[in-house]
């Protein structure tokens, strides 16, 4: 069974500081996708990023980007220079069915002003 | 329209009642997907459609829970005698195929989802 870990209920940051959200995976496949979305109040999923586990290049996406460590298992987000428009829930995802999506319980990350 | 559509956006009920939730999925995507999101919590996922079938139930927490696709287009998911615990947001999604979401073709697009209070 995959399962999707995120340790940080909540985390704040700084306006135009840097914050790092963490993020462990357990699966026994070797090829799968990460992923984190973002949800503001809205409630619609928006992707932030994604990584293929079988490139060794972490992903960026402007402000965005991930350290995907294989090994360890480990995928976490950091986001440079904070914006207000940054604050929602992130849910760290996984893919290794094909088309299920595993999520992770979501970190809140508030942006102070 | 160019987006997940899901109908209502809110829906309060009474216990026991029958609800029936809408998406609308975005024109030419073959897959569907419905999520449930409760209080505080990641989604869970419910049931997938390729077009009109649903190869993977397993999801669905209770014989309660049904859903149809009709047309390769619109789904409804039934919740039937709804019980306390049924309250969370609903969420559909849909992707051009049914697989590889890591992909442009496969990558899973949102809707706003439905928010169901159950009183």
């Known amino acids: 069974a995959q399962t999707v870990t995120q340790s940080q209920p909540e985390m704040s940051v700084q306006e135009a500081e840097t914050v790092t959200l963490s993020c462990t995976y357990d699966t026994s496949e070797s090829d799968y996708y990460l992923f984190w979305y973002k949800q503001p109040p809205s409630r619609q999923m928006i992707l932030v990023i994604r990584q293929e586990a079988y490139k060794q290049q972490n992903a960026t996406e402007n402000r965005f980007s991930v350290n995907f460590q294989k090994a360890a298992k480990s995928f976490s987000l950091k986001i440079s220079d904070s914006q207000l428009g940054d604050a929602a829930m992130y849910f760290c995802?996984?893919?290794?069915?094909?088309?299920?999506?595993?999520f992770g319980g979501g970190t809140r990350l508030m942006v102070k002003p | 329209g160019a987006g997940v559509s899901q109908s209502p956006s809110n829906k309060v009920t009474e216990k026991g009642k029958d609800v029936e939730l809408r998406c609308d999925p975005i024109?030419?995507?073959?897959?569907l997907y419905w999520y449930r999101q409760s209080l505080g919590q990641g989604l869970e996922f419910l049931i997938y459609?390729?077009?009109?079938?649903?190869?993977?139930k397993s999801g669905l927490p209770s014989d309660r829970f049904s859903a149809e696709r009709t047309g390769g287009s619109v789904s409804t998911l039934t919740i039937q005698r709804t019980q306390q615990e049924d309250s969370a947001v609903y969420l559909c999604?849909?992707?051009?195929?049914?697989?590889?979401?890591?992909?442009?073709?496969?990558?899973?697009?949102f809707g706003d989802g439905t928010r169901l209070s159950i009183l």
């Open positions: 459609f390729q077009g009109n079938s649903a190869p993977d």
């Open positions: 024109s030419g995507h073959t897959a």
């Open positions: 999604a849909s992707s051009l195929v049914g697989f590889r979401t890591g992909t442009t073709i496969g990558a899973q697009h």
């Open positions: 995802v996984m893919d290794n069915a094909g088309n299920m999506l595993t």
